[in-house]
T-cell receptor
Framework: AQSVTQLDSQVPVFEEAPVELRCNYSSSVSVYLFWYVQYPNQGLQLLLKYLSGSTLVKGINGFEAEFNKSQTSFHLRKPSVHISDTAEYFCAVLYSGGYQKVTFGTGTKLQVIP | KAGVTQTPRYLIKTRGQQVTLSCSPISGHRSVSWYQQTPGQGLQFLFEYFSETQRNKGNFPGRFSGRQFSNSRSEMNVSTLELGDSALYLC??????????????FGPGTRLTVL
């Protein structure tokens, strides 16, 4: 079965420190990967996506992620976080041939400490 | 372009009632997907509609149903509501360009509370 694992349910980090949010997916021949952010009482906003090409993907708000096929990972990083980055982050996978049936991870709550 | 809109934003119902939620996709988008989000289960896929046809369905009971209209707007219906149906229901639309995978764009959600 297709699955996405976000091992860390909560990640506290001090403001201006770097952060990495981890995401692993079950292996498949062809996958498309996404990171979304959800602020309280809001829907999901797309941060970045990997469809093909360069394995390092840059997104909005200074975030980036690296697709690692051998480790089936797609970790999200930011070199210096801001208070406004406090939110929940979801990793998502779309498997080739799955139409729009996206599988989401359980989410990681990023808490930025002033 | 306007984003995905969902109505109503908040809804309170009692057990046994039924409810209909509405989603208007981004203009030009032809696929609409629905998700249920709860603290315990996270984001779970309900179903996806394209060209008024259900293409994909998640593992939810038959009480959950949906439809899509010719203008791509979609509704989902939950009959015989249970306490466990309390959740944030998210709608997402995508273009379906036919040139590879499409990104889903989410609406703000409808918060359903079942008493």
């Amino acid at each position: 079965a297709q699955s996405v694992t976000q091992l860390d349910s909560q990640v506290p980090v001090f403001e201006e420190a770097p952060v990495e949010l981890r995401c692993n997916y079950s292996s498949s021949v062809s996958v498309y990967l996404f990171w979304y952010v959800q602020y309280p009482n809001q829907g999901l906003q797309l941060l970045l996506k990997y469809l093909s090409g360069s394995t390092l993907v840059k997104g909005i708000n200074g975030f980036e992620a690296e697709f690692n096929k051998s480790q089936t990972s797609f970790h999200l990083r930011k070199p210096s976080v801001h208070i406004s980055d406090t939110a929940e982050y979801f990793c998502a996978v779309l498997y080739s041939g799955g139409y729009q049936k996206v599988t989401f991870g359980t989410g990681t709550k990023l808490q930025v400490i002033p | 372009k306007a984003g995905v809109t969902q109505t109503p934003r908040y809804l309170i119902k009692t057990r046994g009632q039924q409810v209909t939620l509405s989603c208007s996709p981004i203009s030009g988008h032809r696929s609409v997907s629905w998700y249920q989000q709860t603290p315990g289960q996270g984001l779970q896929f309900l179903f996806e509609y394209f060209s008024e046809t259900q293409r994909n369905k998640g593992n939810f009971p038959g009480r959950f149903s949906g439809r899509q209209f010719s203008n791509s707007r979609s509704e989902m219906n939950v009959s015989t509501l249970e306490l466990g149906d309390s959740a944030l229901y998210l709608c997402a639309s995508s273009l379906v360009s036919g040139q590879g995978p499409d990104t889903q764009y989410f609406g703000p959600g409808t918060r359903l509370t079942v008493l």
